[in-house]
């Protein structure tokens, strides 16, 4: 059965389509610059990678080039062999603890929530209306970025705010990339052949959150209302003293909504070292001996074992500690650094064995307390898992 993956945002379409249940990959690609000028769509089939320019006006178009580069790469016959589209969505608020069908009522509530998530949710509603006006027959559904992380108790997700913002606002913690961290933990598990674990999975890529898995279920996660929260990121400030924003905002006569961006688009490891949000790039810096690099780095890692510390005393122990993501996957250093501040714990970083890329590895000696993995994450096949598994 054929489930098309989709991540739709403000101006750009990602897609990936897999044959389900086998999990086979079968086309992925990006629309890029929709509604802008100079739009262009890359597709990869078999690891060959083409990109051509097309006129982009809305998502609508973009899902009928998909649909014609399918029969013209002999993928589909026709558009009703596409039995499921799922649809990525940043914010679920408290209403979804599981992906659900893209009904008019639940289309609804992800509008709504588009007032807590100004940036994100409008763009999903765009391409799950798109896929519907192109694809009607498909089963549409909605995966959340938040419902693996709905199992949090009250503790946990609630801010020392006055309650009211709770109550008349939905100010409280919903976490992301929950796609990300039930994927790694359910493969973490595999790999521990027991589902009884208590797991520290890291998603740290330009976005990163670290979350505390038990028996499956999240109990803690770093994001927070939005994902400006917790860790460092490439371009955000992550945990900030909250009185920042009206310090900075009198200082530079800055509107409340101007510091934000600013703290989501221009702090982090861009705003540190001044160079780049691309930790390849703050690494080349640190090489070069850049000062600011290495500071952005030295914060970048010390929050993320603050996390690592915290959540181990939370869960009262750690089964595994699982590096996904860009950097998670990618940066041999960082993990190092990380693991190395970890010691203390009995953990005991395998340099061989760490200096792997972008594949499932045990990367700690045999007799470290805690073993830590690289596993890579795959929220297009999440995606599409829950998809096929509500077409049944
Ligand atoms: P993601 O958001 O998961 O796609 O992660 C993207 C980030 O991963 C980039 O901005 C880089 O900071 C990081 N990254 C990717 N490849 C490497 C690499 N080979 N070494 C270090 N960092 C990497």
């Known amino acids: 059965m054929k489930i098309l993956s989709v991540n739709a945002g403000s101006s750009s379409l990602k897609f990936t389509l897999f044959e389900m249940p086998e999990e086979k990959e079968l086309i992925s690609g990006v629309f890029e610059k929709i509604g802008l000028k100079d739009s262009f769509y890359s597709v990869k089939i078999s690891g060959e990678k083409t990109k051509k320019e097309a006129n982009l006006p809305s998502h609508n178009e973009a899902f009928e080039i998909l649909m014609k580069e399918l029969i013209d790469n002999k993928i589909i016959e026709d558009y009703s062999e596409i039995k499921g589209i799922g649809h990525r969505v940043a914010q679920g608020g408290a209403y979804f603890d599981k992906s659900v069908l893209a009904t008019d009522e639940n289309i609804d509530i992800v509008s709504k929530l588009s007032q807590i998530a100004p940036l994100h949710n409008p763009a999903a509603v765009v391409g799950i209306n798109a896929a519907k006006k192109v ?66 999975t890291c998603h740290i890529g330009n976005g990163a959150s670290i979350s505390a898995v038990a028996g499956g279920k999240c109990i803690d996660t770093s994001m927070g209302l939005t994902p400006n929260a917790g860790l460092m990121m490439g371009t955000r400030c992550g945990d900030i003293d909250a009185s920042i924003v009206s310090y900075i905002s009198e200082c530079e006569n800055l509107s409340a909504t101007e510091v934000n961006n600013k703290l989501n688009k221009e702090s982090g490891l861009l705003g540190i070292s001044g160079v780049s949000s691309d930790s390849r790039d703050v690494e080349d810096g640190i090489k070069n001996g850049d000062e600011r690099c290495i500071l952005a780095q030295s914060m970048y890692v010390k929050k993320i074992v603050d996390y690592i510390a915290s959540y181990y005393v ?65 929220e297009e096949l999440m995606i599409a898992t829950d998809t096929y598994n509500l077409t049944k």
């Open 314 to 378: 939370e869960l009262g122990g750690c089964d595994a500690i699982i590096f996904t993501a860009g950097v998670g996957e990618n940066s041999i250093s960082t993990r190092a650094q990380i693991l190395e501040k970890l010691s203390c714990l009995g953990v005991k970083l395998d340099n061989e064995r760490n200096n792997v890329r972008g594949k499932v590895q045990l990367i700690t000696a045999d007799n470290s307390k805690i073993p830590a993995y690289v596993i890579p994450t795959n």
């Open 135 to 200: 694809v009607p027959d498909a089963v549409q559904t909605l995966v959340f970025d938040t419902s693996f992380h709905q199992t949090m108790p009250e503790v946990n997700y609630m801010y020392a705010v006055p309650y009211e913002w709770y109550t008349k606002y939905n100010v409280r913690k919903y976490g992301f990339h929950g796609t990300s961290h039930k994927y790694v933990s359910m493969k973490a598990n595999e790999l521990l052949g027991k589902t009884d674990t208590k797991l520290i």
